[in-house]
């Protein structure tokens, strides 16, 4: 990483107060490229800086780049390795597009199933959030990009955002969702942006005890925080509390015109039924505002100065006050198309598999069935939208591999995702023949010829997808349209029948018990379909593992008005650290879960020798594939904590994982490094805490497929 040479305070004793006040606001970019713009300060050298949309790939107007998959999918790896290769990537990614930082990754806890971005974040589990933070902010500072973990904090729901208040416990904060945040902060993050919602009844932007107090100075946090776009409540008000750069800086107008934003879209909403007027803004309060509080001394010169201090000292991090800075980079390179499609394959999960449904024969006759199977999954609507140079469908795919002939049928109408965005993809070049017409071949929606097309294949394959979207939540877990209706028809008729489900987090099921296999494939991104077929005909072995709980809609613990999406802009968070499967292993937990955090099987069999501790901080276990085919594993490992007199905790915590890739008979020892975060406790008197006792550590495939245990002490 290049050195910052250039004395940042002397730089900014050399500016006016002028310079200093459009050094912390956005602007419009003059190339139109970014999604954030600082001009610079030519009298001084000191360059323009761009920001560009993440995480799923760097978003350029006009232009093509990497579609990854979900994030959501990349945290079903249980591979942090993967992902900080992916933000390798992006980072080559944003050079080439001349970006200096990424805005991502997405850390935000899957806390409401129903939240229509649980796609950009990765798990329900604080662990697996931290260490996929750590290692995309890793890999973007690698490169000198600068990474933006978002969205600070609990922005766990998009219904009313930008007024809500996540009225949550301060042992809640500290467990679960902020330790993705203090994971990229230690990993190098050099920003942080702020979300749009309320905690405990203070805008994040001007929430001083959470910015200042613990991300700058409990956490050493040296870089810049930034606001979510029209995300400022104030100008005095936010820059006192620790926010240091405003975006976007310019009208909701302007915003129109420079990135096809529609100003009416839900996600500028402000009330119920009231947006912001187009052409007004909320911004830019930084260039206006702020300058008079510093000439009143409101907001204090001081206060200033580290502001752009803290901007400036990221641009010479990464070597652009310099000019050292490199520009190179790589957009749709080869590697990031194959790690793409890697990223896709290692993140499917098979939910289920009766008698050997799964893999595929090579000439096995295919009934392809689904309103989505011409188009590859992308992702989600919002911020994350990226369009690829290249993008594979399922039909392409399973066509290119099979030896068998493949009859395709859509059975009911397509399921379209929201966009923020005017269509950006007419120029980019697609691999499927037909992606011009509404269907392949013609094909028109009608479920009686899906059924029949599948009576007659060896298997049907139906492929369904639900749609989701920043700036709105689902308003149930069931599948969008008839797709419900439909794999019933299917299953009913056909020999065999798979399932995949393309979803931005868990979904209801309620035909799994006719089907023969379940594929959750999440948002694989451009290479859906080389992805999918790898999966089904097992080139590539299933091992992604579920980062969430699936489980009946009513049974989640925000089921109830108050907890989602709240009361009177109050949302509470009184299940405190009951979150995802901590909920459903308590004793009051309503339902069993459908499918439990971690779950996912594989094509080989694999068996456990006896755990082993190794001092207080990691235990090994001997693991056999015990098959006649390789084939890759999730160990995982939770804690079981001493009981506690007074003190409710999860009954298990996931504590770490290991994935191991074992040949057909081979036996490996695996160790896993226990995290401390499983056994200590947040204590609103005394902080933080590791009861004195026996810690059961319980080694698994799942948080509810335990094999062995052993015993550590503290």
Same mark, same amino acid.
């Given at each position: ?49 761009? /920001? ?13 780049? !990497? ?36 805005? $991502? ?33 890793? +890999? ?35 467990? /679960? ?24 009844? !203070? ?47 310019? @009208? ?47 907001? $204090? ?17 990464? +070597? ?64 994350? =939208? ?38 950006? @993809? ?5 691999? &499927? =023949? ?125 089921? @109830? ?7 009177? &802009? ?29 779950? +996912?099987?594989?094509?080989? !069999? ?54 191991? =890739? ?5 036996? =490996? ?43 550590? @002490?503290?």
């Amino acid at each position: 990483m290049a050195s910052p040479d250039t004395d940042v305070s002397d730089l900014v004793d050399s500016l006016s107060l002028d310079e200093k006040c459009s050094l912390v606001r956005g602007a419009a970019d003059p190339e139109g490229t970014a999604t954030g713009y600082v001009p610079g300060v030519p009298r001084l050298d000191i360059p323009e800086f761009r /920001l560009a949309d993440g995480p799923l790939g760097i978003r350029i107007p006009g232009r093509s780049s !990497t579609a990854f998959p979900a994030s959501i999918a990349v945290a079903a790896t249980f591979d942090p390795e993967l992902a900080r290769r992916q933000g390798v990537a992006m980072a080559r990614e944003a050079k080439a597009s001349g970006q200096h930082a990424v805005l $991502g990754p997405g850390l935000n806890l899957v806390r409401v199933p129903n939240c229509g971005r649980n796609f950009e974040y990765y798990a329900e589990d604080p662990v697996v959030t931290a260490d996929f933070a750590a290692a995309v902010v890793e +890999g973007l500072q690698s490169e000198d990009v600068i990474a933006t973990p978002k969205h600070y904090v609990a922005n766990n729901q998009e219904t009313k955002r930008l007024v809500v208040s996540a009225e949550v416990g301060e042992r809640a904060l500290r467990e /679960l969702y902020l330790p993705g945040f203090e994971a990229a902060v230690e990993a190098g993050a050099g920003s942080v942006m702020t979300a749009y919602n309320r905690v405990n009844g !203070t805008h994040m932007s001007d929430h001083r005890r959470l910015v200042t107090e613990v991300l700058k100075d409990e956490w050493s946090f040296d870089g810049y925080v930034v606001s979510d776009w029209f995300g400022t409540e104030s100008a005095v008000g936010a820059a006192t509390a620790g926010l240091d750069l405003e975006m976007p800086g310019i @009208s909701l107008e302007a915003l129109h015109e420079a990135f096809g934003i529609d100003p009416d879209a839900e996600m500028l909403e402000e009330g119920d039924d009231e947006s912001i007027p187009a052409g007004e803004t909320t911004t830019p309060r930084f260039a206006t505002e702020l300058k008079a509080a510093v000439g009143r001394d409101r907001a $204090g010169l001081d206060r200033l100065d580290d502001m752009v201090a803290r901007i400036l000292g990221q641009m010479a991090r990464i +070597g652009l006050l310099d000019g050292d800075w490199d520009d190179g980079g790589a957009l749709d390179a080869p590697e990031h198309r194959d790690l793409a499609e890697t990223l896709a394959a290692r993140g499917t999960v098979l939910l289920k598999n009766d008698d050997g449904a799964l893999p595929l024969s090579d000439d096995a006759d295919v009934a392809l069935v689904g309103p989505g199977v011409a188009e590859a999954m992308l992702g989600g609507g919002g911020s994350s =939208e990226v369009t690829p140079a290249r993008e594979v469908s399922a039909l392409a795919g399973i066509r290119a591999r099979t030896d068998g002939s493949v009859v395709f049928e859509p059975g009911v109408e397509r399921v379209v995702t929201p966009s923020f965005f005017d269509d950006e @993809s007419a120029d980019a070049a697609g691999d &499927d =023949e037909d992606a011009g017409d509404d269907f392949p071949g013609g094909k028109t929606p009608d479920i009686d010829a899906a059924v029949d097309c599948a009576r007659e294949a060896d298997v049907a394959v139906v492929v369904v997808r639900d749609a989701t979207t920043e700036g709105a939540d689902r308003e149930t877990l069931r599948l969008p349209g008839e797709q419900d209706e439909l794999v019933e028809a299917v299953a009913d008729a056909a020999d065999r029948t798979v399932v995949v489900v393309q979803s931005g987090g868990p979904v209801e099921l309620p035909w799994r018990d006719s089907v023969d296999a379940v594929v959750e494939s999440w948002y694989p991104g451009q290479a859906d379909g080389d992805a999918l077929a790898s999966v089904l005909y097992g080139d590539a072995d299933p091992s992604g593992r579920l980062p969430v709980t699936f489980a009946p809609e009513e049974s989640y613990p925000t089921a @109830s008005e108050e907890r989602f999406p709240g009361v009177d &802009d109050e949302a509470q968070y009184d299940e405190g650290v009951f979150v995802g499967y901590r909920h459903f292993d308590t004793a009051d937990a309503d339902d069993e879960p459908t499918y439990p955090f971690g779950h +996912g099987l594989s094509y080989a !069999t694999f068996e456990y020798g006896e755990a082993e501790a190794r001092g207080d901080d990691a235990v090994a276990v001997e693991v056999t594939n015990a098959s006649d085919r390789a084939g890759r594993e999730v160990v995982q490992a939770y804690v079981r904590p001493p009981a506690v007199a007074g003190v409710e905790r999860p009954t298990r915590e996931l504590a770490g994982y290991a994935a191991v =890739e074992l040949a057909a008979g081979e036996t =490996e020892t695996v160790e896993l490094s226990l995290s401390e975060h499983a056994f200590r406790r947040y204590d609103d008197a005394e902080g933080w805490t590791v009861d004195a006792g026996d810690y059961v550590v319980e080694v698994g495939r799942s948080s509810r497929d335990v094999r062995v245990e052993t015993t550590v @002490s503290r």
